[in-house]
């Protein structure tokens, strides 16, 4: 908007100059998904890898545990081993989840220290053994405001390039998060920054390198030194954008033979992140009546039993169609309704509405292990009060339920 002046120099007009944006907008968007995308596809023989290590730790442990059980022992070791590799599973099938979904993103307090550990994890699976991993957190707080999809789609971009630096030959990665603080001097070297407390993440590698002209050129959309098929030359250009739309500047420095090392500055918060709730502490139980549905028998069952320990009553059904007869015939008889959400006939959000109108005051809880078509604002729109992802934790459930029943 531009002024208009009059001789005295009152403004009498202005001019208006405006740019619809939706159309670039959309196109970054679908961009940076893309980019996602590509980097999956990078991860996904190393996350085969990975899976059926974990698989290999619950058959053989199962296997052990059947065995000693037809002597009439039972070995908790066994059992043990089987969970903590169910919940390397979960956790695994989460970090894929968290890189792929496409939604709004949202800035709010996060830690990048677990961020670090978790997307190391998924690398670790993914890289030859013939490249090292080393990171170092040297940062006592870690808290950003920040997009934790975007901060993990930022390491998996750096690491994958990195990586694909030291294919040939092998080498060293290197992740370190420490504390830095830019006085004034020090703010106006980069573009945007204030003065204050920083972290500094840096992310290095002792690959091939690149010489000045490649250097200068790394940040600009759809360059690539990859050959043709390997890469889209979005991902420095998605990770220099992201960083800066987090208030934050990225550097880099590389020689030829000499490996390269990118330095990411972003303001640090100093608010404590949540304390995460205490597993150990006693479980909630209840003695209501709850209608449990899911079209998995198996599931079914499991649930089942997880309730009834908890001790409540448990009706289970495999069709949502035959849990909606049966509510309806009873309303009052149910105290709380716990359904999944892709089954055959009706899906669970569906059921939730048709339930919701015999009686408006059930609690709902909707279990999902990944569906596009709901999310957990979906569902609070939809009046359902719970939403809980699989697969399902016996404590979280217990204090999920307790939560829903106002109690």
């Keep these: 908007i531009s002024p208009i002046r009059d001789p005295e120099g009152k403004i009498t007009n202005f001019v208006s100059i405006n740019r619809d944006v939706t159309m670039q907008a959309r196109l970054e968007n679908q961009l940076r998904q893309a980019q996602k995308m590509e980097a999956i596809g990078t991860l996904a023989g190393g996350v085969a ?13 199962t ?8 002597s009439g022992i039972v070995n908790v070791e066994f059992l043990e081993e089987i969970f903590k590799a169910a919940k390397r599973a979960k956790n695994l099938v989460q970090q894929i989840l968290v890189l792929s ?14 961020i670090i550990y978790e997307s190391m994890k998924l690398m670790r699976a993914s890289l030859p053994a013939n490249i090292e ?20 789609q930022v390491l998996m971009n750096l690491c994958t390039n990195a990586a694909h630096a030291m294919q040939e030959n092998g080498g060293t990665l290197n992740i370190r998060l420490a504390d830095v603080y830019l006085d004034a001097r020090d703010a106006v070297k980069y573009i945007g920054m204030s003065p204050g407390p920083h972290l500094r993440l840096t992310v290095s590698d002792t690959g091939h390198g690149m010489d000045r002209r ?30 800066k739309n987090h208030g934050g500047a990225i550097t880099v420095y590389s020689e030829p033979g000499q490996g390269t090392t990118f330095n990411i500055l ?19 139980t209840g003695s209501e009546t709850v209608l449990l549905v899911d079209d998995e028998l198996g599931l079914l069952e499991a649930g089942k039993m997880m309730l009834t320990r908890l001790g409540y009553n448990v009706t289970a059904k495999t069709s949502s169609l035959t849990a909606l007869e049966t509510f309806a015939a009873h309303p009052e ?11 055959p006939g009706m899906t669970g ?18 279990c999902t292990g990944f569906s596009e078509a709901i999310s957990e604002e979906k569902a609070e729109q939809t009046g359902i009060k719970g939403f809980i992802m699989k697969p399902i934790d016996l404590n979280s459930l217990a204090r999920l339920i307790r939560k829903v029943l106002g109690e």
């Design 214 to 243: 490649t250097r200068d050129r790394i940040f600009d959309p759809f360059f690539t030194t990859k050959e043709m098929g390997k890469g889209t030359g979005m991902g420095l250009a998605i990770v220099h954008g992201i960083i």
């Design 266 to 284: 972003l303001p640090r918060m100093n608010s404590q992140s949540e304390l995460t709730i205490d597993q150990s502490e006693t479980i909630p």
């Design 333 to 343: 008889d149910f105290d709380l309704l716990i359904t999944d959400m892709t089954m």
């Design 63 to 70: 296997q052990l545990a059947l065995d000693d059980a037809k």
């Design 349 to 366: 959000d569906k059921l939730a509405r048709e339930i919701l109108g015999i009686r408006p005051d059930l609690p709902i809880i909707l």
């Design 49 to 61: 890898h990975d899976f059926n290590n974990i698989l290999g730790s619950i058959f053989g442990y």
């Design 133 to 152: 991993i080393n990171q170092e957190i040297l940062a006592e707080k870690t808290t950003i405001l920040g997009d934790s999809t975007q901060i993990h």
């Design 101 to 114: 979904r496409q939604t709004k993103y949202e800035k709010k307090p996060i830690e990048l220290a677990p």
